[in-house]
């Protein structure tokens, strides 16, 4: 049984449940010998950097804050049902949360995960393939180290990407707030997560 079906056995939500730890993507490297013609995979990495900071200045610049910032979120929501698939019908059962905290734990230590009443403190820390956030490495494969400069902007797509994760296990509303991250100056990436009451 590898790592990503440990977990969704773990916290019991099933193939469409919640794995933290899945990342799109991958070297394009290991397939361009398959490829001999077209664009190498160094140049479609740099074009792929140079294009997202493009992007992400342009968001900035004609866009008013809260539009970027819901695009991001949506998606960082689509990147996370992209790699864990879509939402089970299956509503979250009393539980469902403190179980998939307890394997975040099991996967990262206490540092990644913890929770008082109704906060929760959660840090990226590595990814399967090892890449550490302490070593400078953003977890999102398409920016893992650079381009230089990106606009602080981006990280609200892993705010997106971490109330998809936790939605799915929790019975009540809650809300995500970046507290730290690498491409906003930081030396890890953390998140608040505030759990809501429900109105009556």
């Keep these: 049984m590898n790592r990503k079906q440990f977990l969704l056995k773990s916290i019991g939500l099933g193939a469409a449940g ?5 990342i799109l993507g991958g070297p394009c490297c290991a397939q361009q010998a398959q490829q001999p013609q077209g664009t190498s995979c160094d140049k479609k990495y740099d074009f792929s ?5 493009r992007f992400m200045d342009i ?4 866009l ?11 998606m960082g929501r689509t990147c996370y049902t992209g790699a864990n698939g879509k939402r089970s019908e299956r509503k979250p059962q009393p539980g469902d949360l403190d179980k998939l905290i307890a394997a975040v734990k099991a996967y990262g230590g206490d540092e990644m995960i913890r929770r008082e009443g109704d906060v929760i403190h959660f840090q990226y820390i590595r990814n399967p393939a090892g890449l550490k956030v302490a070593d400078g490495w953003c977890l ?6 650079g381009p230089a400069d990106l ?3 981006y990280c609200a797509c892993s705010e997106g990407y971490v109330a998809e ?3 799915r296990a929790s019975e009540v509303p809650l809300k995500v707030e970046v507290v730290e991250s690498l491409k ?12 809501l009451p429900e109105k009556a």
């Design 140 to 145: 999102c494969p398409v920016v893992e180290k």
């Design 151 to 153: 606009s602080g902007t």
């Design 64 to 74: 008013d804050e809260a539009t970027r910032i819901k695009i991001m979120h949506t």
């Design 165 to 167: 994760m936790f939605e």
């Design 184 to 195: 906003r100056g930081g030396k890890t990436c953390r998140f608040r997560i505030q759990l």
């Design 18 to 22: 919640t794995s933290a730890f899945t």
């Design 49 to 53: 950097q140079t294009w997202v900071k």
């Design 59 to 62: 968001l900035d610049q004609d």
